[in-house]
């Protein structure tokens, strides 16, 4: 009874999408930390509550014809629970109103305008192309992109646009684009194994991610590079501590590991909690090693 209590827990957080919501609120969190300045609980709040919105809207807009027959446990458990997962898109959504009208400056509302439109555009079919309609996501190779991009502007860009306006930084371009491109770096790296997972499904709707053109085995080592990359990038950045660098790199190897052991055979839990749960995982190693360095 307590295992199958656990496992309910589990699916609610992992397939109602509050458990990526809370890895947004700690992509922001990093950034916060690596500039050493206190995070904005507004901005952090309109980045848990827009993750939410956008991801269970993603959701309901991909219903297949019979999700219950579905192969996939998150498509069965979240069309099984379809009034909840409304419920809950419709609350992140109506909460997302005040925080943006009152809390945002205008420079930060024309980011996440265009940011929530490259979201929605992803999956909504508004182009046409030989004669059929399709999202952004049908692009070759603009996937893997569209997905790190949106992440790296809202987790790390919002937050810098802010404390620019409200003076508490002022932080060069140079140093900006060396935090947008690292963690571009690592949601693509964590992204890909998503990618080998629906292999057989994405090359079924012509999909043209980086696994359909690259193949399982190149996406793999593609992955690491874009790991090694994201170090390399850290290293650069000035306001780096040596806690981040170590913390970092232990993220990135535990990252790179569960990577190589991912397939196709793994299970959903497998991806949505352990590969996902890197980006939380990565601010936790972050406080430690700070919170270690102080006592040793």
Known sequence: MLKKGLLAILDFLLFSNLFIGICAVAQGLVTYHLLQVPADAYILAFLFFATIGLYNFSMLLAKPVNPEKSPFIRVRWIFSHHRMI????????????????????????????????????????????????????????????????????????????????????????????????????????????????????????ALKTIPVMLGEKKAFIFCQFLLIGYLALLLLFRQATYADVIATTLTLGLTGWLIFKSNIKKNEYYYFFYLDGTMLLQYLMLILFGWLAVFI
Not at 127 to 147: A, D, E, H, S
Not at 160 to 183: F, G, M, P, W, Y
């Open 86 to 205: 409304i419920s809950i898109t419709l609350i992140s959504l109506l909460c997302l109103i005040p925080l943006g009208l009152w809390y945002l400056s205008i420079e930060s509302k024309l980011l996440m305008a265009f940011t929530g439109l490259l979201a929605v555009g992803y999956n909504v079919p508004f182009l046409t192309l030989n004669q059929q309609k399709i999202g952004l996501r049908n692009i070759p190779g603009i996937k893997l992109f569209l997905i790190s991009l949106v992440w790296s502007v809202s987790c790390v860009l919002l937050p810098i646009v802010e404390l620019e306006r409200s003076h508490q930084i002022n932080i060069s371009s140079a140093d900006t684009l060396l935090l947008v491109a690292k963690r571009f770096l690592f949601i693509a790296a964590i992204t890909v194994p998503f990618d080998i997972r629906d292999l057989f499904q994405d090359k079924l709707y």
